[in-house]
T-cell receptor
């Protein structure tokens, strides 16, 4: 079982819609959860971090964490073509290392 | 300011060359990382420095040699690389290691010929 799992996509949504990206993880001891956005040929950019159960909102982005279900999600409201990128879910392991999922490619169509 | 800088942006080197990648952060972070990323794959951890000491080496071949001259600088020395080492090399930093956010630099695109 992979430690952090994401659907590779592509996830295609129309402009203005809500994009929902999901991630599951296997280590129940994980305490920190991150979403990175990576444009093609660029480096990962941290867009959200979440540490406790519930929702965390930042602008058009909402991260949701459910530790009981070992599930993290990222919602992007009013999706724009500029949101088209690969979104990496990352979770800290009990050794403190950052474990990445394979990434979900999001395509926002005008 | 959450900026990590890396030089050079691009590097082409032959298999017999010696070159170095450089990384710098001025955020007062005490942990710095080297990652390697191949196309369509997530970043893969190579080394971790914590308070200027090497704390993690993910069984990286000795042709990659990291160095941390001070808390703001991180180098990766390259020697006798193979074509399969061609990748995007990413530097990152975080306050200390552990459960903190890591911030990535722009990366160095390395091509080994």
């Amino acid at each position: 079982q992979k430690e952090v799992e994401q659907n590779s996509g592509p996830l295609s949504v129309p402009e203005g819609a809500i994009a929902s990206l999901n991630c599951t993880y296997s280590d129940r001891g994980s305490q920190s959860f991150f979403w990175y956005r990576q444009y093609s040929g660029k480096s990962p950019e941290l867009i959200m971090s979440i540490y406790s159960n519930g929702d965390k909102e930042d602008g058009r982005f909402t991260a949701q964490l459910n530790k009981a279900s070992q599930y993290v999600s990222l919602l992007i409201r009013d999706s724009q073509p500029s949101d088209s990128a690969t979104y990496l879910c990352a979770v800290t392991s009990n050794t403190g290392k950052l474990i990445f999922g394979q990434g979900t490619t999001l395509q926002v169509k005008p | 300011d959450t900026e990590v800088t890396q030089t050079p942006k691009h590097l082409v080197m032959g298999m017999t060359n010696k070159k170095s990648l450089k990384c710098e952060q001025h955020m007062g972070h005490r942990a710095m990382y080297w990652y390697k990323q191949k196309a369509k794959k997530p970043p893969e951890l190579m080394f971790v420095y914590s308070y200027e000491k090497l704390s993690i080496n993910e069984s990286v071949p000795s042709r990659f040699s990291p160095e941390c001259p001070n808390s703001s600088l991180l180098n990766l020395h390259l020697h006798a690389l193979q074509p399969e080492d061609s990748a995007l090399y990413l530097c990152a930093s975080s306050p200390p290691t552990g459960f903190y956010e890591q911030y990535f630099g722009p990366g160095t695109r390395l091509t080994v010929t």
